[in-house]
């Protein structure tokens, strides 16, 4: 047998290798591959099955050479799929409470069972006008549109997701420049590369974006990343700029303003590109709207900015910014950046730091530009369908409340506080691949408003792992892991755009060998389902008869009122609605669904440059005179720029907006252009003589997921801890060492944990990693690899504490290496003892603590955590206060140009 790097494609169907567990001993294996996409992250990297024909088990999974996004490549987590699928302690088949909501009591119950009665009383709710009593609350979408389409043909508004407590502050401040909520940067091909983040080991897309990041830095470019943490990335970077936390925005401007002063600015890009006349229009109605005078203005605006004003806020040096502002200026239109979460998602006004980022590329003309950043909607497939349900006729205001009229989008980890305040109840409610009690803060409302079933009257948790929220459900429906569901993904990765496929691996090896397989349930382990076949049924329940006119959407598109299969689903998309892959399968002789059942990933287009400058037919368009915005009907569909017609970017003046008529309008005049906004913590205010501390506590472990990592026993192994980071003079100063144990003071309470003295960490900041921490409350019941055993106390007038009973601990099981488990710690969980902080413009939590640190007095333990759930309460209003609520202008709810997803019709933006 010959070395390979990757099996080739013509013998995936029938691939021979050596078994390493027989070794000296030389046997063969043969094995069908099939391809599928990792779930562990949202990047959706390709991964190839390793399907043993003698006994149709998966042995492996290893990179997908094909996928155009990670192109053979994976992280830690990707091959760790087999883990979760072989992990003894998984759930296997569907799930009824017994017992009290909480008390830990299963019965097991059929598919079947579960159908009827929960279609039932969506049924009963939608009949009664109580469609925003249903709601879907996603942790892990991993698709593209399915859940939409099921949600508009259901008629309801009740999409919610995890996005304000992840990115809707880095996604706001892109949408307010570009129309386009995410930045897809041109890494391999940039000159100068500035992360605002861990991105080479965790993040967005970071292991597609890693590659590219190291291809542009062998090939010359230079790498600053801005972290108070030294990171993994930080320690491959040229510059290292440990700023203060929740000043970036100040940083950012003074790059800005060095590139203006000395003229490093692309002129002919920012005078065609930028809406400045709309700005000098509004804001200097006095002087002659030329280019000329705007850059006088801007100049004057951004003098204020200097290195040494940035240096006072963040303490990175005047020399060091002005350097990296030239060399980002030399880069011009090769400057590759990127922001997701880090201050983003840390800071009251972190949506701010991403346009003043974004700013930084609309200087250098670096926009959509080889080795640039480019627009997601350029580089992502969103597919079509055969039937599309109109908008729903509901506005959910427990997704989008009134206060919130820009929030980026649903306001998700304040719904137990809306429910708690008498804002509705939830009739069903189901979590999909969602841990909210751990992953989001104020933890214990949580617990309290899932227990109450006068709030949530049915809660039905859909995922492939135990968690701590769907200890709290009256379902647990298993649902499959990455190589054992259907799903279509694609991710802005790089300047392509590339769909892929991801396959119940199992069901299609069987198909293979000519096996029927009618439910994907039939060929995954026990009676692990998969979504897409799940709606359908569901839907097919909850509309037997077709007159609520729901069941039509789950119908055959090739056979009038027969039901709908997955592959169905799947063969009209790959037909109909992907360019180029119907000429490419028939190639090959393949129809479109064989091409991909076969392949897995269909690379679309290549180099998705400049998209802005493709022309509009002019035949039928109305231009403004004005603004020369171009409109067909009411649509704008492009921008004149002196003889022709151009796209433009999908903003209301098709340019990209420097000036916000939004943010003035909807009452923020203050932010109508990129400022510097001070974060929730400024640095004065933090004592030192106190043990005052500024905390950051989202950064991740490149080994974990959120909740999945639980049952994954390669990655536990590998990360079990989360200690807090303190650099050494400031644990000399509070008099702790290495691994002493620590109170860590929040508003509402504390955690305790030990302390990881360094000096890759800036004085006055901690950190902690929000991945750890992981318990359960029953002792055989729950992820054992990574899950500490816990008691929760009820201390009286909305307080709790938790104490671990026992940490991790070896347990037999039919995997012999859950016998051999060698570490006890699983970490502490801090996140439950944070309030909630709700940006009042993007509505992201704002992650980041003020904190006081202390010693551990004797009576404490090492996991310990207290908190108060009044005051979290009280906290919750207070920030609701920072809000300024619709209605806007003609009485909307919401800006129309905004996204929002599953868009309601456009009369529901409109208050009555
Ligand atoms: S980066 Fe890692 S976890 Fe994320 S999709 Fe790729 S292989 Fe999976």
């Not at 779930?39 to 099955?49: D, I, M, P, Q, R």
């Not at 492996?60 to 091959?79: D, L, Q, V, Y």
């Not at 839907?539 to 007159?547: A, E, K, L, V």
């Not at 020369?628 to 098709?654: C, H, L, N, W």
Request: charged share 25%; proline share 7%; with cysteine.
């Amino acid at each position: 047998m010959e070395l390979k790097d990757y099996p080739p494609p013509e013998r995936w169907d029938d691939w021979l290798e050596l078994d390493p567990k027989s070794w000296p001993r030389k046997v063969q294996r043969r094995y069908t591959l099939v391809p599928t996409i990792c779930f562990n992250c949202e990047a959706a990297c390709g991964l190839l099955a390793y399907v043993d024909k003698e006994t149709m088990q998966i042995q492996k999974f290893e990179g997908n050479p094909i996928h155009p996004g990670s192109r053979g490549k994976n992280c830690a987590k990707g091959p760790a799929t087999i883990n979760q699928i072989k992990d003894p302690e998984r759930i296997l088949y569907p799930l009824k409470r017994a017992g009290k909501r909480g008390e830990g009591k299963w019965t097991r119950v059929d598919w079947h069972e579960v159908l009827e009665d929960i279609g039932s009383r969506i049924a009963r709710a939608i009949r009664e006008g109580r469609q925003n009593e249903i709601m879907y609350h996603v942790g892990r979408p991993g698709h593209e549109r399915y859940m939409d389409r099921v949600l508009k043909a259901w008629g309801i508004d009740g999409h919610n997701s995890h996005t304000n407590i992840c990115s809707s502050g880095a996604r706001l401040g892109y949408q307010l420049w570009l129309g386009s909520d995410r930045p897809s940067p041109d890494y391999a091909n940039a000159r100068f590369i500035l992360l605002l983040s861990a991105h080479l080991e965790s993040g967005h897309y970071f292991n597609p974006h890693a590659q590219r990041i190291i291809e542009g830095k062998m090939a010359g470019a230079k790498l600053a990343v801005i972290d108070p943490r030294l990171s993994n990335t930080a320690s491959m970077a040229d510059y290292w700029l440990p700023s203060f936390p929740g000043t970036e925005s100040a940083l950012l401007l003074a790059m800005a303003n060095v590139i203006l002063q000395e003229n490093l600015y692309n002129a002919n890009f920012v005078r065609d590109w930028v809406n400045w006349e709309e700005y000098l229009r509004a804001e200097h109605p006095a002087i002659e709207c030329s280019y000329e005078n705007f850059i006088i203005e801007i100049k004057k605006i951004y003098s204020e900015y200097t290195p040494e004003f940035a240096e006072n806020e963040s303490g990175i040096s005047a020399a060091t910014i002005t350097k990296i502002a030239r060399e980002i200026g030399k880069a011009g239109s090769a400057f590759a950046a990127h922001i997701w979460r880090s201050t983003a998602s840390g800071n009251l006004g972190g949506w701010n730091v991403a346009r003043c980022l974004e700013f930084l590329h609309v200087l250098t003309g670096s926009v959509g530009t080889r080795g640039g950043v480019l627009p997601n909607t350029w580089t992502k497939y969103n597919p079509t369908f055969w039937l599309e349900p109109p908008g729903q006729k509901f506005w959910n205001q427990l997704l989008f409340p009134d206060e919130y009229p820009l929030s980026h989008y649903e306001m998700s980890y304040l719904l137990p506080h809306f429910l708690k305040e008498g804002r509705g109840p939830l009739d069903v409610y189901f979590t999909r691949v969602y841990n909210p009690v751990w992953t989001n803060p104020d933890g214990f409302t949580w617990m309290e408003v899932l227990k109450d079933e006068s709030k949530v009257g049915l809660h039905v948790a859909l995922t492939p792992t135990w968690s701590e929220t769907a200890l709290f459900a009256d379902y647990i429906l298993p649902m499959g892991h990455g190589g054992e569901r259907h799903d279509l993904q694609s991710q802005e990765t790089h300047a392509g755009r590339w769909v892929s496929f991801r396959q119940p691996v199992l069901r299609v090896a069987q198909e293979r060998m000519g096996n029927k397989v009618n439910f994907t349930y039939e060929a995954n382990p026990g009676k692990v389902w998969e979504e897409d076949e799940f709606w359908i049924e569901l839907s097919w329940h909850i509309d037997p008869t077709g007159n609520l006119g729901i069941r039509k959407y789950f119908e055959s598109p090739y056979e009038a009122g027969r039901k709908l299969r997955v592959d169905e689903y799947y063969q009209w998309i790959f037909e109909n609605a992907v360019p180029g892959l119907p000429e490419k399968a028939a190639t090959e002789g393949l129809k479109p669904l064989e091409y991909m059942r076969k392949y897995g990933a269909f690379e679309i287009q290549e180099n998705v440059y400049q998209q802005h400058l493709t022309d509009v037919n002019p035949e039928g368009c109305e231009i403004d005179s004005i603004s020369g915005v171009a409109k067909k009907g009411k649509a704008a569909v492009g921008i004149q720029i002196g003889e022709k017609i151009y796209r433009g970017f999908p903003t209301p003046s098709r340019k990209l907006e420097f000036y916000s008529p939004t943010m003035k309008i909807w009452n923020w005049p203050e932010y109508s252009i990129p400022t510097h906004i001070r974060s929730h913590i400024p640095v004065e205010d933090l004592d030192p003589s106190k043990n005052e501390f500024f905390l950051i506590p989202t950064f991740r472990l490149p080994t974990m997921i959120h909740t999945r990592s639980g049952n994954a026993k390669w990655l536990n192994e590998i990360s079990h801890r989360n200690p807090v980071w303190m650099h050494t003079s400031d644990a000399d100063h509070i008099e702790v060492e290495d691994g002493d144990l620590i109170k860590v003071h929040t508003e509402i309470g504390y955690f305790v944990n030990r302390v990881w003295s360094t000096e890759g960490i800036r004085p006055g900041v901690l950190a902690c990693s929000h991945h750890m921490g992981r318990w359960r409350l029953e002792a055989e019941q729950g992820s054992r690899w990574s899950s500490a055993l816990v008691k929760i106390e009820d201390a009286g007038s909305g307080c709790y504490r938790i104490r671990q009973l026992q940490g991790i601990v070896p347990f037999q099981s039919e995997d012999p290496d859950s016998s051999r488990i060698w570490w006890s710690d699983g970490g502490v969980h801090q996140n439950l003892t944070f309030p909630v902080h709700p940006d009042p413009i993007s509505g992201m939590h704002c992650w980041h603590q003020k904190v006081r640190i202390e010693k551990a007095s004797p009576e404490d333990r090492y996991g310990d955590i207290f908190v108060d759930t009044q005051k979290s309460f009280a906290i919750y209003k207070e920030w609701l206060e920072k809000t300024r609520p619709a209605p806007g202008p003609n009485n909307l709810r919401r800006p129309l140009w905004l996204t929002r997803p599953v868009r309601p019709a456009d009369e529901m933006f409109y208050l009555k």
